[in-house]
C-alpha cells in the first residue's frame, strides 16, 4: 500500500516532518492521478495532523497516471 497526500502543500508538510522526526533524506514530491471511480471511502484518511490523504493497494497502483516530478 501506497500513502498519496491530495495536496503538494501535505505531502511537503509530511516529508518536512518526516526528514526531521526521523533523520530522513530530502523526499522528492512527485505528482500523479488516479479515477475518482476507483477511490473506495475507506482509502481516504487523515495522518500525521491532518495531512488529506489516499491509500492506494499495491494491487491498483497500476491506476496511477504517470508521475510528473514537482520538487
Given at each position: 500500500?501506497?500513502?498519496?497526500?491530495?495536496?503538494?502543500?501535505?505531502?511537503?508538510?509530511?516529508?518536512d516532518?518526516?526528514?526531521?522526526?526521523?533523520?530522513?533524506p530530502?523526499?522528492?514530491?512527485?505528482?500523479?492521478?488516479?479515477?475518482?471511480?476507483?477511490?473506495?471511502?475507506?482509502?481516504?484518511?487523515?495522518?500525521?495532523?491532518?495531512?488529506?490523504?489516499?491509500?492506494?493497494?499495491?494491487?491498483?497502483?497500476?491506476?496511477?497516471?504517470?508521475?510528473?516530478?514537482?520538487?
Amino acid at each position: 500500500m501506497k500513502y498519496f497526500s491530495t495536496t503538494k502543500e501535505g505531502a511537503r508538510q509530511y516529508a518536512d516532518m518526516a526528514e526531521k522526526a526521523f533523520g530522513d533524506p530530502a523526499y522528492t514530491i512527485v505528482e500523479t492521478e488516479i479515477p475518482t471511480s476507483s477511490i473506495a471511502p475507506e482509502m481516504a484518511i487523515e495522518v500525521d495532523r491532518g495531512i488529506s490523504t489516499v491509500t492506494v493497494p499495491t494491487e491498483m497502483l497500476n491506476e496511477l497516471a504517470p508521475p510528473n516530478f514537482v520538487d
